[in-house]
């Protein structure tokens, strides 16, 4: 897409990425792509803020080319040394001889051990400014969000923060760069989708990332990764504050249904559990974790407050595909969460045995548990659709 003049003198240079089908090599993007946002900023000096992935020079070359003659550039600013943003330093570095690269202390660093980049930089420090002659660049670090460099870039005059990772979203920008032209709960969905992959591990500094810009004036987000936010700027910090909450133990009264199933006998049993999960008016979400890829399933994990897992024993122990779920929700501290659990087995079991001691150091409480031995018969499908609708209620009923 052709770079857009978002405001006087401040343009999206981005590129999309249509290529990368794992992000980071573990997160499914195949069905939604993502961008790397650059931005140039023309002033009496010109600054480029932020890259892209090294495979996209070429098209990030084209874009700044359109609007400005790239050996003048005077400032790159990097406010994380990520691949995905940086990737691409080198070469440009090259065709803008003259630009002095921008970054934090540890921006410094690593700028050594990722781009072999061992001379001084423009080190900044919290709430540094760099004068671009009319305007002026001010840094805000937000230690890991995503990485210990990251920071973001505020331009005061204009109330526009660049925010790298926060705020990002998976997803192209295919025909337009604006949140607002976009379908919002399509938005949301890979914004949260973008969070809890990315930045969810780090809740403690994402929550103190959201204090310390509460009072920053901001007309317009521009992140790293996604649309532009030019209106719903308080949507999206209200996103981000009820994500965090559904983190810290405030989930909704909702029900994760997680499952497996290699014969169908769990799958049957998945069904009776639904069933008594609907009876009782409990919003339900059902995963087969064999065919979803697990970014798709933390969202829900994240949000919701009750988490049903059904699991056919697998040598003795939980199905792997299923425990693989488990074990990326406590990589992101999805904790504190109401658990039940059923599933079949073939003659010893031990499934349930070993999704207990999974969830043990996530606080995660199990409260009701149906095993039974080959395919379910209706009394135990009965049993099943009783789990499910007991289970229901005490989500109703839990304490927040
Ligand atoms: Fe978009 Fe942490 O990189």
Known sequence: MLPVEMMPGVYWVGVNDYITQMFEGLWSIKQSGICYNSYLVRRTKTALIDLAKSFQTEELITQIKTVVDIGMLDYIVLNHVEPDHAGALNIIRQL?????????????????????????????????ELSLGDSQLRF??????????????????????????AFGGYGLLPGAIYADLY???????????????????????????????????VRMIAPSHGPIWREGVTRLACWYQEWLDCASGKAQEAVTLIYASMYQNTERMMEAVAQGVVSQKVPLNVFNV???????????????????????????????????????????????????????????????????????????????????????????????????????????????
């Open 140 to 165: 805000i670090t937000m230690p890991f969000v995503h990485w210990p460099e990251s920071m973001m870039t505020y331009m005061p005059d204009e109330q526009l923060l660049f925010s790298n990772d």
């Open 183 to 217: 379908d919002i709960e399509h938005l949301r969905q890979e914004n949260l989708r973008y969070f809890v992959n990315i930045v969810a591990h780090y809740e403690k500094p994402v929550s103190k990332l959201l204090a310390k810009i509460s009072d920053v004036p």
């Open 96 to 128: 803008a001889p003259k630009a002095v690269l921008v970054g934090s202390k540890i921006t410094q660093k690593m700028l050594k051990a990722f781009y072999g980049i061992d001379f001084d930089i423009h080190v900044v420090s919290d709430g540094d």
């Open 290 to 400: 064999s065919n979803v890829h697990v970014s798709y399933i933390l969202p829900s994990l994240l949000e919701r407050g009750g988490v049903i897992v059904g699991s056919p024993t697998y040598e003795g122990e939980l199905f792997p595909p299923v425990a693989e779920v488990i074990r990326y929700a406590a990589e992101k501290k999805i904790h504190h969460r109401k658990a039940a659990f059923f599933g079949s087995y073939g003659w010893g079991g031990g499934a349930k045995d070993g999704f207990v001691c999974l969830i043990k150091p996530m606080a995660w409480e199990l409260t009701d548990s149906l095993e039974v031995t080959g395919a379910p018969t209706e009394q135990d499908l009965q049993r099943a659709e009783r789990l499910g609708a007991q289970f229901a209620q005490r989500i109703k009923t839990s304490e927040k």
